[in-house]
């Protein structure tokens, strides 16, 4: 219920203060499990990937965040849950690979860190969404998050990774991580 909750006060505020516009909502599927695959611009971007979708999107935050009085219940109540800092631990991994195989909905962020200087993605998102098997939904946010101009997250046809999983080369992990990329920066340039 809090969840519900949450989430109507989060559209309200990013409805008026970033004039939020989703796109493509209905590229996500409604049941089964599913990675919502999206770029990183800011700490913004958890709540803006999964305020105006209508299943419950879960999130990995830094534990340090789950300490805080009020926000750390607050994020865990809208489904995020702890990662150690330094990288994604097996834990973390494990957790997300369980929800997905219970049929929900997770929220990635394949570049990692909202500061990733190089640009290039981790193979983390690729892993958890094969081995949980997972539908993946690229998605874009566009615009900055200045108050009161337009913010828009743009959800993509799902993609059909069959033929770079069923090859299942060495190098599959990044090959699907490209994949995922590729769609997301277009769907970024598409929607600019």
Excluded: W
């Excluded at 150690?84 to 860190?113: H, Q």
């Amino acid at each position: 219920m809090s969840y519900l909750i949450f989430r109507f006060l989060l559209r309200v505020i990013y409805t008026v203060l970033f004039r939020l516009e989703a796109r493509g909502t209905e590229n996500i599927p409604a049941d089964g499990p599913v990675v919502l695959a999206s770029n990183h611009l800011s700490n913004f971007d958890p709540p803006t990937v999964g305020v105006k979708v209508k299943r419950k999107v879960y999130f990995m935050a830094k534990e340090e965040l789950f300490k805080v009085p009020v926000f750390g219940p607050l994020i865990r109540s809208f489904g995020a849950f702890p990662v150690k800092r330094g990288g994604v631990s097996k834990d973390a991994i494990k957790s997300a690979i369980t929800l997905l195989k219970d049929g929900n909905v997770m929220g990635i962020f394949p570049e990692g860190s909202r500061n990733n200087q190089s640009g290039a993605a981790k193979k983390g998102a690729a892993m958890i969404a094969v081995r949980s098997g997972a539908a993946v939904v690229p998605v874009a946010i566009v615009g900055k998050y200045r108050p009161f101009s337009k913010i828009i997250v743009c959800y993509g046809k799902p993609i059909d990774l069959t033929a770079i999983i069923e090859e299942s080369s060495p190098d599959m992990l990044e090959q699907v991580t490209d994949a995922i990329m590729a769609r997301i920066r277009e769907l970024a340039a598409n929607n600019r």
